[in-house]
């Protein structure tokens, strides 16, 4: 595979959401070389020189003040990457691991981190040959940089740990030597680079942005189908409504709701004389919640790209060759856009969750019946189904509370103040896997609904996506076992079938 040119301080999120869900191999652009060089040269200098520079030739954190011998810079880094291997629980997945490394290697082809040019060589091979460190995905608190996790990064560089290279799981030095690679030894402030940093809590909080940007384009589709399934009003998409708020998240999903409903006989068939004079808000106000959302996940990706091209460790070479330590390794950008993605996906789900409850009422769903079974009574249709969307939107409410305003002192008060942005960023692929059900709940439910409206007919594009639902999941008869039905929604949703199936322009990040 050719590998992704990244150009440090200008690459796009679609470019990194590319490498992402292909897993393509990356590496700089050579125009990063020379700055890469230069901040080594500072850093070797400095190794070799009498004055006190944190990182290069003192220890770390509270240990800062403790001077160590030039002949002992190597080892020093060596330690410092074993000592901070504390990282615990599942490992990462390895395409999150990998975007990780990639983002590391934008952080340091900024040419302000003093590594030489064999240590981002190292991270292009071992991406390019499929060598992936295991990185357990809990110890850090996103502070001095995501420390415990880019340490297991670090450690498979150095010949320790483990990796994986295709289905295998090696250890670290056997996986690299499988493709000629060899472990590197540290230089000055070599490990003190790869380690500070926000690359773990960016990586995963992209993931979450990617899917659960996908998972508005969905909960559009599915919001339509909805609203045609209990015969909903268009009314409110009215584009003037939109421009007199001017909010544009709402504006682009009313526009792409109104695509997506046009031409359905069923919205033709009750246009006059509806009973109805008003639509519950979780039809009549999709526009103004799922458009809110959509323009949370875009302040949080305008963060999270500027964030995966800084430079984050400490300390850093400046352009005139000080060597200063600051604090851009701590993650408090990455922790308040998580918790921006994260309200995004729990609201998104929250309203979704009441168009499934909607749909299974018979008291509030214009005359389909009860629990979109044929034979209400001796079947009781999708009304657990509903249930496990309340159970899911309820989790996600709950995780949805801000991680980032939950700081805790660590290392012996010298790190006083944290952002929590790991676990912050890492629970939002478990909220996207809850909401990408709960989307797949509501399409079963309103393709159900669609049904019944037969011989009337839905819109051109939702036909369409009704139609691909129908490949994976059959309409409800008789009561089934209907687990799989779920999952294979879901999995609709998460690849991004269902929305592609209805062939519209969608809203893009």
Sequence with gaps: ????????????????????????????????????????????????????????????????????????????????ILSHCCGVGEPMPRAVARLMMVLKLLSLG??????????????????AAGVTPVIPAQGSVGASGDLAPLAHMAAAMIGHGQATLGDKTLPAAEALASVNLRPISLGPKEGLALINGTQFSTAYALVGLFDGWRAAQNALVTSALSTDAIMGSTAPLHPEIHA???????????????????????????????????????????????GAAMDVLRQAARTLEIEANAATDNPLVLSDGQIVSGGNFHAEPVGFAADMIALALS????????????????????DLPAFLTP????????????????????????IAMPCVTDSTPTSANQEDHVSMAAHGARRLSQMVANLNVILGVEAICAAQGIDFRAPLTTSPPLRRAHARLRQEVATLGDDR?????????????????????????????
């Design 244 to 290: 007199l708020r001017g909010q544009p998240g709402q504006i682009e999903a009313a526009q792409t709701m109104r695509a997506l409903l046009e031409g359905s006989e069923i919205r033709e068939s009750h246009r006059e004389g509806d009973s109805r004079v008003q639509d519950p808000y979780c039809i009549r106000c999709q526009p103004q919640v799922t």
């Design 110 to 127: 900024r040419g302000a981190s003093g590594v030489r040019p064999e240590i981002t060589a190292l991270i292009e091979a071992m991406l």
């Design 481 to 509: 076992y209907l687990a799989p039905d779920l999952a294979a929604a879901a999995d609709l949703m998460r690849a991004g079938a269902f929305a592609a199936a209805a062939e519209i322009s969608l809203p893009t990040l």
């Design 347 to 366: 609201e998104i789900g929250a309203i979704a969750q009441r168009r499934v409850a909607l749909m299974v009422d018979p008291v509030l769903s214009f």
């Design 375 to 398: 034979r209400p009574g001796l079947n009781s249709g999708l009304m657990i189904a509903e249930v496990t969307t309340a159970a899911l939107m309820s989790e996600n409410k709950h």
């Design 1 to 80: 595979m050719t590998p992704e040119i990244l150009i440090p301080a200008a690459t796009p999120l679609a470019q990194l959401e590319r490498i992402y869900r292909q897993e393509l191999p990356a590496r700089l652009h050579p125009d990063a070389q020379s700055g890469i060089k230069a901040a080594a040269a500072c850093i070797a200098k400095a190794a070799a020189g009498q004055t006190a520079v944190y990182g290069v030739n003192t220890g770390f954190g509270k240990l800062a003040s403790l001077k160590i011998a030039p002949q002992d810079t190597a080892k020093l880094q060596e330690n410092l």
